[in-house]
């Protein structure tokens, strides 16, 4: 029996952007099985709660049947152990991105060392997006419907105008 290969990416996704889901639709051609990590982060408000964000994101990636979303709460590496993942993937959008992953990485093999992390670079016209960019475009009017999966452009309207 083949032993499946299974990995891991896990985000914030508040919301899920266009260049997410380019990074897991490639990522899920790599690997057997993809989780789809959505954190729970303490350090940050998100706008939506993670069940909402779990949930954008299964509709944005139903036809990904190799690919499953989960909230993931803790250390990342615990998370990983625990979906069997042997890979963390992560996007790569600019250079300071690689500084902030590459300590990541370098402290997750610290703590795991049988799990590769494996970066991905973003397709070129997803370099400068951003959840963060979103949420201010949208927040000052302009269209983000070239940014987001359909399914996430009015939830985030909404979620924004709750919010004012």
Avoid: W
Avoid at 24 to 53: H, W
Avoid at 103 to 111: E, H, I, P, S
Wanted: proline residues 5%.
């Amino acid at each position: 029996m083949t032993q499946r290969r299974t990995a891991i990416y896990p985000g914030t996704f508040d919301p899920v952007t266009l260049g997410h889901v380019d990074i897991i639709r490639r990522a899920s051609k790599l690997f057997d099985r993809l989780v789809v990590g959505v954190a729970v982060n303490m350090r940050k408000q998100p706008l939506f709660a993670v069940e909402e964000r779990v949930r954008l994101l299964e509709q944005s990636l139903a036809d990904l049947h190799n690919v499953t979303v989960l909230p993931m709460d803790g250390l990342l590496v615990r998370s990983a152990r625990q979906v069997g993942a042997c890979a963390i993937v992560r996007g790569l959008r600019v250079v300071t991105d690689f500084d902030y992953e590459f300590q990541m990485g370098t402290m997750n093999r610290k703590l795991a060392p049988d799990i590769e992390t494996v970066f991905l670079m973003a397709d070129d016209i997803n370099t400068f997006l951003s959840s963060s960019m979103v949420k201010e475009v949208a927040i000052m009017g302009g269209d983000i419907t070239p940014f987001v999966p359909a399914v996430v452009a009015e939830p985030l309207r909404q979620a924004l105008l709750q919010r004012a």
